[in-house]
């Protein structure tokens, strides 16, 4: 009902201003559709998306997610502190400190060719040139226009964020920790994730460390 109010309303303005209303809600519709649907998933590196982990010291780790251009900063973020938990579980830390984030996010910029096409509209409009009408596909007749679209310059915004982080058997007194288990719960169902097998091939944190490896952030 919603989208046939703002078509009824967008028709209103076909015949003086030569604005096609049907093409230009049906290409909103499929651009939102194609940009929620195209944000990297979370998932191991792969080209170049996805999140990797190395281990610098027995319990400290560093975590990175790098997603595409259709992902925000926001969903990296979570992803790389996802990831950050399951590691977490895999070797039974009760929690874990934030010691340091740095962002890895880059901006690219390119320019778009100029091309010229040819698009269709049951309306007539003085906009563009118009074409002797032909029948169309169901019967009612259509124009044709000539249109152009300027090249144009434009950023290409790829997230990225890398956490170092320690992973703790007992929570500590002095500040506020991170509960891996909470947070997987949290940020699985966020996103939707299903549940994964855990990977046991990381060995268990069993030593006491002697103190943080830096700062931690609450």
Known sequence: MAGAFILQRLNGWKAERGFFPHLVLGSYLVASLFVSSCATPYKPLDHRYGYSEQQI????????FLG??????????????????E???????????????????????YQTPSRVYWTVSPY???AGQTILPAGGPTGRTEWRYLAMEPAEQRKYYRPGVKLKVQLLPNPPRNYYPYDPAKESERLKRKYRIKPVNTDDRLPVLRCEPQALAGQAHR
């Open 57 to 64: 010291t027995n319990d400290v780790y560093e975590v990175s």
């Open 68 to 85: 595409n251009g259709s992902s925000s900063y926001e969903r990296v973020l979570d992803f790389a502190m996802l990831r950050t938990a």
């Open 87 to 109: 590691i977490a579980l895999n070797r039974q830390a009760k929690s874990f400190a934030l010691l340091d984030l740095v962002n890895l996010s880059s901006v690219r910029t």
């Open 124 to 126: 007539p409009s003085d």
